[in-house]
């Protein structure tokens, strides 16, 4: 299996740029250890020798580890991270390390500083991000299952724009222990794949509490296997989001998306609309309290830590060594990132942005506690659009920012959510998302819902 996979990424791959290392080597001798393990008799677990894509953000000791910036390039990282870790004793075969917006920051890949992705349905087209890696490598067939992470939106809408599932379990589902930060608030990694039970076995997999990261919750995993084998919404109640739809919103994509709530009507669901005012609110908040942390996090990056350094110790001082640096190896969305956050965070202007995008955050939590009071989960389109055309909305940030409309809520509030295809835009021919969104620590409905309509 390892080697069909290899041999299929390297018949394709030229084309998408899905992975950024292929790491060959380590995944034959995983697949060889499985095979050993088999004929010893041993019990495997259900992933036991299945291929795996790793986005980019997550450290893999001895192997490079970009987070898609030359910022880091030539970083060899001497440890694993919790959730490779975790891949590596469960048996799964990680292929490589894929493509994604530098720093996990974007909504279509072309923020990587190794070029874009294609998106395997129209190579001319964005295959999401920040984890369009990932995605665009269980579009193609290149991977099985994947790996991404998702601070306002990378696992889901990604997901959406290539037709495959994904999810962002809960925060602190997964550890976030060896995984790049970018805003440690709201970054979760999460499972990738073409099917919602394959995304559970491997949610099952990767989440469970770790001492090693101060936010992981230390409670059982929710059942999200059995779940997903259930099928069934008999019963349940759904909520429709009010806020998401509308203008903006492609007619393509509306209509799959109200097709896909007749299906779960049919399927024995009781539905009904709910309105989360502070849902509007979402998006500036989001982009002021992610480049916020963004900007402190990023500090790191020093020149003397890690990876890229510029300059030449005899003529520069250390502050020159860092800023040219930091000038040569961070794109320029990271560059506006860092100077949005730095001034956010500023005295005299704390108060008017970052303590107001706090407020709202709170505002957002609240919104989604009534409606849980009412629904058993919530229902929107994943996405607004189907996947743009490369090029569309690089030079364009308010544009780009807008794809992540409808996931982000579930980030500040810190609750689980998934994406899953439910059909094709007649306009355009491409995959339209359908999103399901949990309460905190109940990511085991996302599997049972999904599962039913998939
Ligand atoms: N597109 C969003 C951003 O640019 C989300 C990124 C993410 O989830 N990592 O910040």
Redesign the pocket.
């Known amino acids: 299996v390892a080697e069909a996979h290899l041999a299929r990424i390297d018949a394709v791959d030229e084309k998408v740029h899905a992975f950024l290392h292929v790491d060959r080597e380590g995944a034959l001798t995983a697949a060889r250890a499985v095979d050993d393990k088999r004929a010893k008799g041993e019990t495997l677990g259900p992933l036991a020798g299945v291929p795996l894509a790793l986005k980019d953000v997550f450290t893999t000791r001895g192997i490079p580890t970009t987070v898609g910036s030359k910022i880091l390039e030539g970083w060899i990282p001497p440890y694993d991270a919790t959730l490779t870790r975790r891949l590596k004793e469960a048996g799964v075969v990680i292929l490589g390390k894929t493509n994604m ?1 530098e720093f ?4 279509s890949t072309e923020n990587s500083a190794y070029g874009p992705t294609g998106n395997p349905w129209d190579l001319t087209r964005i295959p999401g ?2 984890g369009g890696g990932s995605s665009a490598a269980l579009a193609s067939y290149q991977a099985p299952l994947a790996i991404g ?6 696992i889901r ?1 990604p997901a959406a724009v290539t037709g495959t599932v994904g999810v962002k379990p809960t925060y602190g589902a997964v550890s976030r222990y060896g995984l790049v930060a ?1 805003s440690s608030s709201l970054d979760q990694g999460g499972p990738c794949a073409r099917t919602v039970l394959d995304a559970a076995l491997l949610h099952e997999v990767i989440a469970g509490h770790d001492a090693l990261d101060s936010t992981s919750i230390d409670a059982p995993v929710p059942a999200v296997v059995e779940a997903a084998k259930l099928g069934n919404v008999k019963g349940m109640r759904i909520g429709v989001v009010k806020e998401f739809s509308g203008e903006g919103y492609q007619p393509g994509v509306e209509q799959r998306f109200r097709e896909a709530v007749e299906l779960l009507r049919e399927l024995g669901a009781e539905v009904v609309e709910i309105s989360c005012p502070s849902f509007t609110y979402a998006l500036p908040a989001y982009y002021l309290i ?1 480049p916020s942390e963004a900007s402190s996090n990023l500090a790191r990056f020093d020149a003397m830590r890690y990876g890229l350094r510029v300059g030449d110790d005899a003529t520069h001082s250390a502050e020159e060594v860092t800023a040219l640096t930091r000038a040569a190896g961070f794109g320029p969305e990271v560059k506006r990132r860092i100077m949005l956050g730095t001034y956010a965070l500023s005295s005299g202007y704390y108060d008017a942005y970052y303590g107001q995008a706090q407020k709202v955050r709170t505002l957002i939590t609240q919104d989604f506690a009534r409606a849980f009071d009412q629904v058993d989960v919530l229902v929107s389109p994943t996405t607004p659009t189907t996947a743009f055309p490369i090029g569309e909305r690089a030079d364009d940030p308010m544009a780009m ?1 807008l ?2 409309l409808c996931t982000i809520p579930s ?1 500040l509030a810190g609750n689980a959510a998934m994406s899953l295809p439910c059909g094709l835009a007649p306009e355009d021919g491409l995959p339209v998302g359908l999103q399901i969104i949990a309460p905190t620590m109940a990511d085991d409905r996302l599997y049972r819902v999904g599962s039913a309509v998939e």
């Open positions: 917006d996990a920051m974007g909504s991000g920040s992470t998702d601070t306002g939106g990378s809408q970018f992610a920012y794809a992540d980030n």
